[in-house]
Every structure is written in structure tokens, then in C-alpha cells.
């Protein structure tokens, strides 16, 4: 995890490096502010990352842990799930309704509900 | 493997229906990959009518209408609907390989993603049968050209539909790339020691995640000036046509990293593999190909230049740049083949054909950045030749050596050597004769998207030798279809590491591999697993 933390970390020094290169260069604020976001979005995953440091334990980081370990703390996976498809279905026929027939995105509002009723469930 | 059970319920094990409700992570990188090879089909088939009619000056084979909707759907077919979903197919199939998962962080997800590409790409192309015709206001449909007053047909409408729904699902399947990897590694498997192909797909994962929202949010935009008089790039009304290129570029250019970052994590595993070497400077790949993306971030306006609305020193400085980061890769694989055991298979020699072909793309590519050179070159073939040679001749090339490279894995059968060779040598050939000539046409002043030319223009022989190239193409990847064909009708049994020397995890199980795909994972110990498992006789100088 610390590997990770350090990836986020240094795009955000990078992402605040190049708003700052970016202000001197051009003193324009609105890229300034964009490309500082860039970098403060990254901060706000090294921080969620620095703060469980200690809670999340990743089979991975066991530089010699035996590899018959492997997905015991992974958890269950499912291979096969009817709901995925018709959940795209559903989120295509809402953005083409939204768009050319309200009666259609209407239709596909409430199939998507159904669809994430029935994920959920299928999830627990 | 121990915790991975079955699924929750019974549902259809063969057959059609398997597929259609499979969370697998190999069976979604297999649909991602075949339909994404789809797609390339009618996008080469697209270019083919492009070739004819500009082939000779002064034809009529399609007309003007119909030639603005060849070539949109040509290259948004090209790089929405497969050079990237190819990285993404291939990705969903090896990364958990890689790490010693069994699975993608969420299988569901991961799904859902797959299927809502696939409508995406349809609902685009749906726009041919509509009256008024598909979407001819080429890839980037900047305004004012993609209005409803230029555009009005509802073509143009499924367009920014099918690719809305196509950023949906690559945001989507980014959050499984970035989480797998971090999360879901085996035992041993440190960051540091996960193979580059797969920290390439972090780097690209993040900059799909800062990059296609700002996408789904221009076409968004879009729509509303399309169907409630927004306006917002009406300029008549206040708004700004520069400021939807803005948003548009700040996908875009991370887009071209997008599609271009997966493969160099192929070429990275393929040249390590064909040279017998370990990977040379593996913490200088991975630094680099973060800084790539980093910088590509900081690099959109360079597409700008000439609407005299950007500050060009700085966007032609970041674009500079990016060359050495770039450079970086390059250096490492002739270092990796450096005095190796260089042995030339067909993914090699497509590999060797990538960095000979994205060697003028990015040369080409520096020249465009500075601003005085590309003030002429803008919207001429220049262009064009410069990034078909950096996405043709780099990652389609790229993606052929992936296919030869991973396909016994994949499939459980080899692809045949002679035909992959007569494949890659008319793809070397076609692809130079199509494309090099239209460097010269740029420079001689041929601009881009005109569906003809007049015969005293002197760009006849050019458009010609292009138009053959073209063809030569078109003849390889019919070899590589009869190839696939004849392969997979002599399928015989292979050994987990059919090349020999492969190094990382999914080269330590069996061809194809099985559920959850390990039987046992071998001890992790150092970046090659897989080639310490075969050859245990070197194990201890990859684990120094």
C-alpha cells in the first residue's frame, strides 16, 4: 500500500508542480485552478491510502508469504451474473430516450432501478 | 487458489447464453478483444472507400455527404471503438493473469462495462440507417460543425450518444484496472514486482479516470445546445466554440496516451521475452511511463495552436517534453535486446515494425509541437501521417504482436509462423507505402477531410501509392483472418509457457487457463515468477 500511497503522492506534487509552472508561465487562472484540481484529486487518495495504512493488509505486500495464501483473504466471485447486460440495456435505452423519446427513458428510468434492486440482492 | 467458490446460482455453463452472462474476467477480455477487432474491420473497410476515391484526382466514387460520414465513422470507429478497448480487452485478460488473481476486483462491474461499449459502438453506427445519414462531423464533432443547424440529422444525436455511453464504461472498467492491481495481488507479488504491462495499465487507468469526464461532460454540453438551445459554443449567444475544443482536448490528447500506454507495456514484455534478457531498467519504465501521463495532462492545448487562444510556449514546452519520457522506453528496449539471444518470431517482428513506425510518429510528433512548424501543418495530411504512423504503425502494430504473443494463451493454439510473417510483411510494407507519401502531400499542401482534389494539384501519384499501401494492408488482415482460421483447426496441446522464456505469472499456467486461473501459483520472489518456476537454475540471479 505504501507503493501505491506514494504513486497518488507524487502525481500530486507533479499535477501541483505543472499549476504552478502553468500560473508563472501564462498568469491565467482558470488552467491554473484546473490543473491544481489534477493534482488535489490525486491528494485525496494518497490521504484515504495514508489513513488506513495501518487497517488494510494486502497478500501482496508479504514480500515472502507462501503462495498457497493466495485469495484466501480475496473473498467469493461470482462467474456468472444475468444483471450486468440488462443494467447496460437499461442505462442505453435512458440516455437515447432522454434524448429522442421520453416514453423510452421513462421505461429504461425504471428497469435500471429493478436492475440494481436485483444486483444488490444478488450481491449480499 | 482457496477462497474463489461458485457462482451464486446455476445459470447456463456453454453456449451463447455463457457469454452473454459471464462476469469472467478472461471471457470479458476475449469479447472485448473480438469486438473491438469488429470494429477495426469496418473502420479498415471504411478506409478502403476513403483510398479508392482519393486514389486518382477528380472521382465520384461517394460523394461529398457521404464522404463525411465515411470519414468520421472511420476514425471514431479507429479510436473509440477499438485501438483503446483492445488495450482494455487485453488488460481485462492479464492483468489478474499477472498479479496472481483469480478474478477482477469487481467481476459485475467489469461486465457491465463490456456491454455498455458494445451498445455504445452500435448506437454510433446506428446512425447509418437513419434518414439524414450517420454523424459527419468528424471524430472530434467540434462545434459548430456538430450544431443542429450543420448536423441536424439524429445521426449526429446516436453519435454522441454511442460514445457518451463508450466513456461510461471506460471510467468504469479504469476503476477494476486501478483497484486489481493494488488490491488483489498473490503473495510475494510487490508493486515492484508486478510486470510492466501491468503498471502501464495503472498509469493508463488514471488518466482515463482525469480524462473522460471532462469527455461525457462536453458531449453533454453538446446535446443541450443540440436539443434545448443552450449555446454554449453559439457564438452568436455568448457562448464559445474554442471553449468545447478545450474540453474536448483535455480528454482527447490523455485519450492518445490512453491508447498508446497499453502497448507499450506489450512491446516492454514481448522484446524482454524474444531477447532472452530480463527487462532492462524496470523502475525507469514505470517512472516513465507515469510521466508520460502525467504530462499528457498538461498538453491539450498544443492541438490549439492555431485558434491564437492558448498560451503556446508553455503547451509547446510540456509537449517537448513528453519525447523524454518517451525516449526513456525506447532506450530500454534496444538496451533489453542489447547483446540478448534475439530470436524473430512474428510478435517480434511486430514489435521491431512498432518502434520503427512510432519512432517517425513521435519525431514527427516533436516537430508538431512547435508551434511555428505545426501553423503550417495544421489540417493538412502532415497530420494525418503523423498520427496514423503513432496509432497505425505504433499500437496497431503493437496490438498484432500482442495477438501473436498471447493468442496460444489465449486460445491454446499457436498462430502460424509463415502466415504471421507474410501478415507482418505486408502490413510493414502497406503501411509505409500508405502512409509515408502523405507526410509529402501535407508539406505540398493537401489538407484533410477533402473527398477530392483537382488532377493539376500534382498529388495524383501520392494518393495512388497510398491507395496501394491501403490495399496491401487490407490483403494482410485477411491472411491474419485465414490464419486465426487454419490455427485454431490444428489446435494441439501446449505446454504453460509455449515461447520458452516467458517471465511473467500467467506464463506459470496452462493454455487457456483454467476458472479463477491458477491451480497453485508458484513462489513470488522476483519479477520473473514464472521464468524462476521453469528455469530454477537461474531463479536466484532474477531474485538478486
Same mark, same amino acid.
Given at each position: 500500500?505504501?507503493?501505491?500511497?506514494?504513486? +497518488?503522492?507524487?502525481s500530486?506534487?507533479?499535477?501541483?508542480?505543472?499549476?504552478?509552472?502553468?500560473?508563472?508561465?501564462?498568469?491565467?487562472?482558470?488552467?491554473?485552478?484546473?490543473?491544481?484540481?489534477?493534482?488535489?484529486?490525486f491528494?485525496?487518495?494518497?490521504?484515504?491510502? +495514508?489513513?488506513?495504512?495501518?487497517?488494510a493488509?494486502?497478500?501482496?505486500?508479504?514480500?515472502?508469504?507462501?503462495a498457497?495464501?493466495?485469495?484466501?483473504?480475496?473473498?467469493? +466471485?461470482?462467474?456468472?451474473s444475468?444483471?450486468?447486460?440488462?443494467?447496460?440495456?437499461?442505462?442505453?435505452?435512458?440516455?437515447?430516450?432522454?434524448?429522442l423519446h421520453?416514453?423510452?427513458?421513462?421505461?429504461?428510468?425504471?428497469?435500471?432501478?429493478?436492475?440494481?434492486?436485483?444486483?444488490?440482492?444478488?450481491?449480499? | 487458489?482457496?477462497?474463489?467458490?461458485?457462482?451464486?446460482?446455476?445459470?447456463?455453463?456453454?453456449?451463447?447464453?455463457?457469454?452473454?452472462?459471464?462476469?469472467?474476467?478472461?471471457?470479458?477480455?476475449?469479447? !472485448?478483444?473480438?469486438?473491438?477487432?469488429?470494429?477495426?474491420?469496418?473502420?479498415?473497410?471504411?478506409?478502403?472507400?476513403?483510398?479508392?476515391?482519393? *486514389?486518382a484526382?477528380q472521382?465520384?466514387?461517394?460523394g461529398?455527404?457521404?464522404?463525411?460520414?465515411?470519414?468520421?465513422l472511420h476514425?471514431?470507429?479507429?479510436?473509440?471503438?477499438?485501438?483503446?478497448?483492445?488495450?482494455?480487452?487485453? *488488460?481485462?485478460y492479464?492483468?489478474?493473469?499477472?498479479?496472481?488473481a483469480?478474478?477482477?476486483?469487481?467481476?459485475?462491474?467489469?461486465?457491465y462495462? %463490456?456491454?455498455?461499449?458494445?451498445?455504445?459502438?452500435?448506437?454510433? %453506427?446506428a446512425?447509418?440507417?437513419?434518414?439524414?445519414?450517420?454523424?459527419?462531423?468528424?471524430?472530434t464533432?467540434f462545434?459548430?460543425?456538430?450544431?443542429?443547424r450543420?448536423?441536424?440529422? /439524429?445521426g @449526429?444525436?446516436?453519435?454522441?450518444? $454511442?460514445?457518451?455511453?463508450?466513456?461510461?464504461?471506460?471510467?468504469?472498467?479504469?476503476?477494476?484496472?486501478?483497484?486489481?492491481?493494488?488490491?488483489?495481488?498473490a503473495?510475494?507479488?510487490?508493486?515492484?514486482?508486478?510486470?510492466i504491462f &501491468?503498471?502501464?495499465?495503472?498509469?493508463?487507468?488514471?488518466?482515463?479516470?482525469?480524462?473522460?469526464?471532462p469527455? =461525457?461532460?462536453?458531449?453533454?454540453?453538446?446535446?443541450?445546445?443540440?436539443?434545448?438551445?443552450?449555446?454554449?459554443?453559439?457564438?452568436?449567444?455568448? $457562448?464559445?466554440?474554442?471553449?468545447?475544443q478545450?474540453?474536448?482536448?483535455? %480528454?482527447?490528447?490523455?485519450?492518445?496516451?490512453?491508447?498508446?500506454?497499453?502497448?507499450?507495456?506489450?512491446?516492454?514484455?514481448?522484446?524482454?521475452?524474444?531477447?532472452?534478457?530480463? /527487462?532492462?531498467?524496470?523502475?525507469?519504465?514505470?517512472?516513465?511511463?507515469?510521466?508520460?501521463?502525467?504530462?499528457?495532462m498538461?498538453?491539450?492545448?498544443?492541438?490549439?495552436?492555431? &485558434?491564437?487562444?492558448?498560451?503556446?510556449?508553455?503547451?509547446? #514546452?510540456?509537449?517537448?517534453?513528453?519525447?523524454?519520457?518517451?525516449?526513456?522506453?525506447?532506450?530500454?528496449?534496444?538496451?533489453?535486446?542489447?547483446?540478448?539471444?534475439?530470436?524473430f518470431? &512474428?510478435?517480434?517482428?511486430?514489435?521491431?515494425?512498432f518502434?520503427?513506425?512510432?519512432?517517425?510518429?513521435g519525431?514527427?510528433?516533436?516537430?508538431?509541437?512547435?508551434?511555428?512548424?505545426?501553423?503550417?501543418?495544421?489540417?493538412?495530411?502532415?497530420?494525418?501521417?503523423?498520427?496514423?504512423? =503513432?496509432?497505425?504503425? #505504433?499500437?496497431?502494430?503493437?496490438?498484432?504482436?500482442?495477438?501473436?504473443?498471447?493468442?496460444?494463451?489465449?486460445?491454446?493454439?499457436?498462430?502460424?509462423?509463415?502466415?504471421?510473417?507474410?501478415?507482418? *510483411?505486408?502490413?510493414?510494407?502497406?503501411?509505409?507505402? *500508405?502512409?509515408l507519401p502523405?507526410?509529402?502531400?501535407? /508539406?505540398?499542401?493537401?489538407?484533410?477531410r477533402?473527398?477530392? !482534389?483537382?488532377? @493539376?494539384?500534382?498529388?495524383g501519384?501520392?494518393?495512388?501509392?497510398?491507395?496501394?499501401?491501403?490495399?496491401?494492408?487490407?490483403?494482410?488482415t485477411a491472411?491474419?483472418?485465414?490464419?486465426?482460421?487454419?490455427?485454431?483447426?490444428?489446435?494441439?496441446?501446449?505446454?504453460?509457457?509455449?515461447?520458452?522464456?516467458g517471465?511473467?505469472?500467467?506464463?506459470?499456467?496452462s493454455?487457456?487457463?483454467?476458472?479463477?486461473? %491458477?491451480?497453485?501459483?508458484?513462489?513470488?520472489r522476483?519479477?520473473?515468477?514464472?521464468?524462476?518456476?521453469?528455469?530454477?537454475e537461474?531463479?536466484?540471479d532474477?531474485?538478486?
Amino acid at each position: 500500500m505504501n507503493t501505491a500511497m506514494r504513486v +497518488f503522492l507524487s502525481s500530486t506534487a507533479f499535477g501541483l508542480g505543472v499549476s504552478a509552472l502553468y500560473w508563472l508561465t501564462t498568469h491565467e487562472n482558470v488552467g491554473t485552478i484546473l490543473l491544481g484540481l489534477f493534482g488535489a484529486g490525486f491528494a485525496f487518495v494518497a490521504g484515504y491510502l +495514508f489513513v488506513i495504512r495501518g487497517k488494510a493488509r494486502v497478500d501482496g505486500d508479504e514480500q515472502r508469504a507462501p503462495a498457497e495464501l493466495a485469495g484466501e483473504t480475496i473473498g467469493v +466471485f461470482s462467474l456468472e451474473s444475468p444483471w450486468p447486460i440488462v443494467l447496460a440495456c437499461c442505462t442505453a435505452g435512458l440516455l437515447i430516450g432522454v434524448v429522442l423519446h421520453p416514453m423510452l427513458a421513462f421505461m429504461a428510468l425504471i428497469a435500471l432501478f429493478v436492475t440494481l434492486w436485483q444486483l444488490v440482492r444478488e450481491s449480499v | 487458489m482457496t477462497a474463489v467458490t461458485a457462482p451464486p446460482r446455476e445459470l447456463a455453463k456453454s453456449g451463447i447464453v455463457a457469454w452473454l452472462v459471464t462476469t469472467d474476467h478472461k471471457r470479458i477480455g476475449i469479447l !472485448y478483444m473480438l469486438t473491438s477487432l469488429g470494429f477495426f474491420l469496418i473502420a479498415g473497410f471504411l478506409a478502403d472507400v476513403i483510398r479508392l476515391q482519393l *486514389a486518382a484526382p477528380q472521382q465520384n466514387i461517394v460523394g461529398p455527404a457521404a464522404y463525411n460520414q465515411v470519414f468520421t465513422l472511420h476514425g471514431t470507429a479507429m479510436i473509440f471503438l477499438f485501438v483503446a478497448p483492445f488495450g482494455f480487452g487485453l *488488460a481485462n485478460y492479464l492483468i489478474p493473469l499477472q498479479i496472481g488473481a483469480p478474478e477482477m476486483a469487481f467481476p459485475r462491474l467489469n461486465a457491465y462495462s %463490456f456491454w455498455l461499449f458494445l451498445l455504445g459502438g452500435l448506437t454510433v %453506427f446506428a446512425g447509418v440507417v437513419t434518414q439524414g445519414g450517420a454523424a459527419s462531423a468528424g471524430w472530434t464533432a467540434f462545434a459548430p460543425l456538430s450544431d443542429v443547424r450543420v448536423s441536424a440529422g /439524429v445521426g @449526429q444525436d446516436l453519435w454522441i450518444l $454511442g460514445l457518451t455511453m463508450t466513456s461510461i464504461s471506460g471510467i468504469m472498467t479504469a476503476i477494476n484496472f486501478l483497484v486489481t492491481p493494488i488490491v488483489f495481488r498473490a503473495p510475494g507479488m510487490s508493486m515492484w514486482r508486478i510486470p510492466i504491462f &501491468t503498471w502501464e495499465m495503472i498509469a493508463t487507468a488514471l488518466l482515463i479516470m482525469m480524462a473522460f469526464p471532462p469527455l =461525457t461532460t462536453a458531449f453533454a454540453m453538446l446535446l443541450l445546445d443540440r436539443h434545448t438551445g443552450a449555446r454554449f459554443f453559439d457564438p452568436g449567444s455568448g $457562448g464559445d466554440p474554442v471553449l468545447y475544443q478545450h474540453i474536448f482536448w483535455f %480528454f482527447g490528447h490523455p485519450e492518445v496516451y490512453v491508447m498508446i500506454l497499453p502497448f507499450f507495456g506489450v512491446i516492454t514484455e514481448v522484446v524482454a521475452v524474444f531477447s532472452r534478457k530480463p /527487462v532492462f531498467g524496470y523502475t525507469g519504465l514505470v517512472l516513465a511511463a507515469f510521466a508520460i501521463a502525467g504530462l499528457s495532462m498538461g498538453v491539450w492545448a498544443h492541438h490549439m495552436f492555431t &485558434t491564437g487562444a492558448v498560451a503556446n510556449p508553455f503547451f509547446a #514546452g510540456m509537449s517537448f517534453l513528453i519525447a523524454v519520457p518517451t525516449g526513456i522506453k525506447f532506450f530500454n528496449w534496444i538496451a533489453t535486446m542489447w547483446k540478448g539471444a534475439i530470436s524473430f518470431e &512474428t510478435p517480434m517482428l511486430f514489435a521491431i515494425g512498432f518502434m520503427l513506425n512510432f519512432l517517425i510518429g513521435g519525431i514527427t510528433g516533436v516537430m508538431l509541437a512547435s508551434p511555428p512548424i505545426d501553423y503550417h501543418a495544421e489540417d493538412s495530411y502532415f497530420l494525418i501521417a503523423h498520427f496514423h504512423y =503513432t496509432l497505425g504503425g #505504433g499500437s496497431m502494430f503493437a496490438i498484432f504482436a500482442a495477438l501473436y504473443f498471447w493468442f496460444p494463451k489465449i486460445w491454446g493454439a499457436k498462430l502460424d509462423e509463415r502466415l504471421g510473417r507474410i501478415h507482418f *510483411a505486408l502490413m510493414f510494407l502497406g503501411f509505409n507505402l *500508405a502512409f509515408l507519401p502523405m507526410f509529402f502531400l501535407g /508539406v505540398m499542401g493537401m489538407p484533410r477531410r477533402v473527398y477530392t !482534389y483537382p488532377a @493539376q494539384a500534382g498529388w495524383g501519384l501520392l494518393n495512388l501509392s497510398s491507395s496501394i499501401g491501403a490495399a496491401l494492408i487490407t490483403i494482410g488482415t485477411a491472411v491474419l483472418v485465414w490464419n486465426v482460421i487454419v490455427s485454431l483447426r490444428k489446435k494441439e496441446p501446449l505446454p504453460d509457457d509455449p515461447w520458452g522464456g516467458g517471465y511473467s505469472l500467467e506464463w506459470a499456467t496452462s493454455c487457456p487457463p483454467p476458472e479463477f486461473n %491458477f491451480r497453485a501459483l508458484p513462489p513470488i520472489r522476483s519479477k520473473r515468477p514464472a521464468f524462476d518456476l521453469h528455469h530454477p537454475e537461474y531463479a536466484k540471479d532474477s531474485q538478486k
